[in-house]
Nanobody, 116 residues
Framework: VQLQACGGGLVQAGGSLRLSCAAS????????MGWYRQAPGKERELVAK???????NYADSVKDRFSISRDNTKNTVYLQMNSLKPEDTAVYYC???????????WGQGTQVTVSS
């Protein structure tokens, strides 16, 4: 099973992008889905996470601009990014937390570049 992330690209500051991440096969017992990002020279950081109970949390830097959602029927997670800033430039990775058996799946990353 692999996670396929897509939707990245080049956008001007103030613009929007929508990322999606889908599992290529069947994954059961998914607890949470989320997005991380890693900018050059920086550590990977959690951007947004959504639990099976649809509880969401966001990094302070993206609150009120980004929105995470999930479609359990498609094993897909989305990240709607609005009002993008140059500092949002990074490679974005999706992640699924599975509880039975415990395992974490990572996507391959999609580049988001925001020009000023």
């Amino acid at each position: 099973v692999q996670l396929q992330a897509c939707g990245g690209g080049l956008v001007q500051a103030g613009g929007s992008l929508r990322l999606s991440c889908a599992a290529s096969g069947s994954i059961f017992s998914i607890n949470a889905m989320g997005w991380y990002r890693q900018a050059p020279g920086k550590e990977r950081e959690l951007v947004a996470k959504i639990t099976s109970g649809v509880i969401t949390n966001y990094a302070d830097s993206v609150k009120d601009r980004f929105s995470i959602s999930r479609d359990n029927t498609k094993n897909t997670v989305y990240l709607q990014m609005n009002s993008l800033k140059p500092e949002d430039t990074a490679v974005y990775y999706c992640k699924f937390w599975v509880v039975r058996p415990p395992y974490n799946y990572w996507g391959q990353g999609t580049q988001v570049t925001v020009s000023s």
